[in-house]
């Protein structure tokens, strides 16, 4: 398997404040991040790319052999031995329904295709609920395969996975 590398067309540091706005105003969906936190994530990432720098969109993956220090991460490193993980992908409200969260995840599917990467993951919440993205990843082929309570009881997650095959 060859590792995911990224392209001159990604998200970098120069797109991290940009890209930080938005994550921002959608925390309850996400998580905040600071500027030296998103950097670090995106240092980390196997895939990062926006639409308009991560203004109206943006997806951030990571490989299986990424550094994270994250519960969601670390379950599904323990599930699995090989898998790009979607840390996040946030979709402006004012550019939703026009098939952008789409087209990332078909863009991160080919990406880690080529890599011979066969496992996408993710997690979404379900307290607070996520309808919405429940029914977006439902429908991308995903299947729940495992759910986790966190941070003492404030919030819940679905796992999800698709094998690309």
């Known amino acids: 398997m060859k590792s995911m590398?990224?392209?001159?067309?990604?998200?970098?540091?120069?797109?991290a404040s940009i890209t930080l706005q938005l994550n921002n105003a959608?925390?309850?969906?996400?998580?905040?991040?600071?500027?030296a936190r998103l950097n670090?994530?995106?240092?980390?990432?196997?895939?990062?790319?926006?639409?308009?720098?991560?203004?109206?969109?943006?997806?951030?993956?990571?490989?299986?052999?990424?550094p994270y220090q994250n519960p969601n991460f670390a379950w599904f490193k323990s599930a699995y031995q090989s898998f790009v993980y979607i840390d996040r992908?946030?979709?402006?409200?004012s550019a939703r329904g026009q098939g952008i969260a789409r087209l990332l995840y078909e863009d991160l599917f080919a990406a880690a295709h080529r890599t011979g990467t066969h496992r996408i993951v993710c997690e979404v919440n379900s307290k607070p609920p996520n309808p919405a993205s429940d029914k977006f990843h439902l429908a991308m082929g995903f299947e729940k395969v495992g759910q986790a309570v966190l941070y003492n009881g404030a919030k819940t997650v679905n796992y999800?996975?698709?094998?690309?095959?």
């Open 5 to 15: 590398k990224r392209t001159s067309g990604d998200l970098g540091s120069i797109d």
């Open 40 to 66: 670090t994530l995106l240092d980390m990432a196997c895939y990062a790319r926006g639409i308009d720098q991560g203004k109206t969109a943006f997806l951030i993956a990571l490989d299986h052999t990424a």
């Open 89 to 93: 992908i946030v979709v402006a409200e």
């Open 160 to 165: 999800f996975a698709k094998n690309l095959g």
């Open 26 to 35: 959608h925390v309850k969906e996400t998580s905040e991040l600071d500027l």
